[in-house]
């Protein structure tokens, strides 16, 4: 395709290392994002042996970072839109850092709950502003790889939070200690890119159609492309929150539904998980917990991420996320016709398991993180990611209190055999969140694949 936009040598670029360097840079806050939520996970083994912990405390320290993540998209998304990513960017990394430290230092759990907040709404500012800026730089042809390559480095941080947790556990350090070692180790990334995130440029498309500064954004590409470059004219509408809001609004249920069912059947795997360790026989032992968990992680969740990577730019994401959501709602279909059958085969449930996670990444858990970052204008861009986030964490959170209510796997006075039945269930129900994702996948979403942004988003007439 060769379409006429201000910036064809932008997007019909080979990658740089300056491309490297945006995804490095994006890639540690979502290293940070991942470990800090799952960290909690984790940092409860310890804590549980310190304070007496009710179970509503439980739930609140459990949950209140994704209650941060709710808030912090919608935020973060629109100040991007109205100052700049560059405004915003490493502002989010600051609350992260700032945020972890603090948690680590708590006394008691009130105080816990409140910096996990913190934390949260910077984990959930963070994905309206990195994908945005990595995908406002990348190459049209290879933008999901590089969006796709931020969003990997959340593999890496749920595996590094699982590695020190086991660590710590292997050598028997004071839990009062290994807690907030957990804790605090989620500000060491984070603090890390503060200075290169403030370095970075504004992006070339914020300067051209929104700052109206051309000179900018002819530097911002040097920056990327290390040569001077020319930017062709061009005739740009300037329109306001309402009118894009309604403009775009298929390209809103488009993206946040689906994301917010991503959300709510990613959490269902948290309760799956531990049912899958409890099939194995290992329920009373945490230690062995984690390690089918990591296991989990890193033969089928982290290769899905690179595998995701590799396709996303062939395949396309509208059809990766149809099949993703397909896979998944197949291996649950599966594995609830089994449990309703009082079939517990543990090998096969692992295997199902896998499979389910692999797809989710190999899919929408990757594929709703991109689409948004191509289907709004410039003006628009990090606030339609913002609402499409935050809507995914409102799924999570949502999924996190009512889950637990509605299918109680934990309540240990139900017979094993009733709580087969709630399992399955559940993952029936799970099952039907993933078509409804299929659904609005395929009605309010166009390819995006290959095209400029200007292209892909309507700003410009293809």
Do not use: C
């Not at 040569?227 to 300037?238: A, H, K, L, P, Y």
């Not at 390690?291 to 059809?319: E, H, I, N, T, W």
């Not at 649950?332 to 797809?359: C, H």
């Amino acid at each position: 395709m060769s379409s006429k936009t201000p910036f064809e040598p932008l997007d019909w670029s080979k990658p740089t290392p300056g491309h490297l360097k945006l995804l490095f840079i994006s890639g540690a806050g979502f290293f940070a994002d991942a470990y800090d939520l799952f960290a909690i996970s984790i940092a409860l083994v310890f804590l549980k042996q310190v304070w007496s912990l009710t179970a509503s405390e439980i739930s609140l320290i459990s949950s209140a970072a994704l209650f941060g993540a709710v808030i912090g998209p919608f935020i973060f998304g629109r100040v991007g839109d109205i100052f700049g990513r560059k405004y915003i960017y490493g502002v989010e990394a600051a609350l992260l850092t700032a945020g972890a430290i603090a948690s680590a230092f708590s006394i008691n759990p009130t105080m816990l709950w409140i910096t996990r907040f913190i934390l949260g709404l910077g984990v959930g500012g963070d994905y309206p502003i990195s994908a945005t800026l990595m995908s406002e730089y990348a190459p049209a042809r290879s933008r999901g790889l590089f969006v796709a390559g931020v969003f990997s480095m959340q593999g890496w941080g749920i595996v590094t939070a699982a590695l020190l947790g086991l660590g710590l556990l292997h050598a028997k350090v004071n839990p009062d200690i290994a807690w907030r070692i957990i804790l605090g180790f989620g500000a060491v990334m984070p603090a890390l890119v503060i200075y290169f995130r403030r370095r970075v440029h504004e992006t070339p498309r914020f300067e051209y159609f929104v700052k109206g500064n051309v000179e900018g954004a002819k530097r911002a590409i040097k920056d990327v492309l290390r040569q001077d470059v020319e930017i062709n004219g061009v005739n740009n509408v300037s329109n306001g929150f309402r009118s894009n809001f309604i403009k775009y609004l298929p390209a809103i249920l488009g993206t946040a539904i689906p994301w917010f069912m991503l959300d709510v059947f990613f959490y269902g795997m948290n309760i799956f998980g531990p049912f899958v360790t409890s099939a194995m026989g290992l329920a009373n032992n945490p230690l062995a917990g984690i390690y089918v968990q990591l296991y989990v992680v890193l033969a089928f969740l982290v290769p899905g991420y690179y595998v995701a990577a590799f396709l996303v730019d062939r395949m396309g994401r509208k059809s990766m996320q149809i099949m993703g959501f397909s896979m998944v709602a197949i291996a649950y279909l599966i594995t609830a016709l089994m449990l309703r059958n009082s079939l517990v085969l543990p090998t096969a449930i692992l295997a199902l398991y896998g499979l389910a996670q692999f797809f989710t990444n190999v899919g929408p858990n990757v594929t709703t993180f991109i689409i948004p970052t191509e289907v709004f204008p410039t003006r628009f861009r990090t606030t339609g990611h913002g609402i499409a986030a935050g809507s995914g964490k409102l799924g999570a959170t949502l999924a996190a209190l009512l889950i637990p209510l509605l299918f109680p796997i934990t309540n240990n006075s139900l017979s094993e055999a009733v709580k087969l039945q709630i399992m399955s269930n559940l993952l029936l129900a799970l099952v039907v969140v993933a078509v409804i994702g299929i659904v609005f996948t395929v009605i309010f979403i166009k390819e995006p694949k290959g095209k400029p942004l200007e292209v892909s988003s309507g700003e410009l007439a293809s």
